[in-house]
């Protein structure tokens, strides 16, 4: 995403926190499941739905494989990044990586609840994945536990940017 897509951070604590895909899924089921779609505002320039295929889109992603991993120094050289990324978090206002741009900017009609259903169906189906994954454009050759810490910090990031009628969905 460009800063002028999701250019404002949402509160420090309106973000959500994740310890597992569960915990992400009755979020979403829960949470956002008992949401009016026209009492959702965000924080930044994405709509909701537009947030909820960016997310669908990432895990979908994830379970088409990619090319083999990286040489030895170049993971050497993203382990610090590797690091923030999975225990800090993903820094709000970050440009979505060019080679992943295509797939991962959503489409201005995307819809909150078809996308919300989406989002489930696709976690479920990385849950389920065993198969190869891919070398993450930003922090390198990821194993399965540690892309589901990315899309942890990823849902965070981007859930926290939905407000529902007065408050955040997250509060």
Known sequence: MTREQQDTPAPADSTPKFHDLGELKRFIRDRLGRCDPSGLTVTGRWT?????HHLAAGFD?????????????????????????????????????SAVAAELTPPPQANFTAERSRLLRSIEAFEAHGGDLPVHPVVGPLTKAEWTEFHLRHCELHLGHIVVQGGVAAD
């Open 61 to 97: 992603r994830t379970m088409r494989g990619g090319p083999g991993r990286r040489g030895w120094l170049a993971r050497l050289r993203r382990l610090p990044i590797r690091w923030l990324v999975l225990k800090r978090g993903i820094p709000a206002g970050r440009s979505i990586p």
């Open 48 to 52: 909701p739905g537009q947030i909820l």
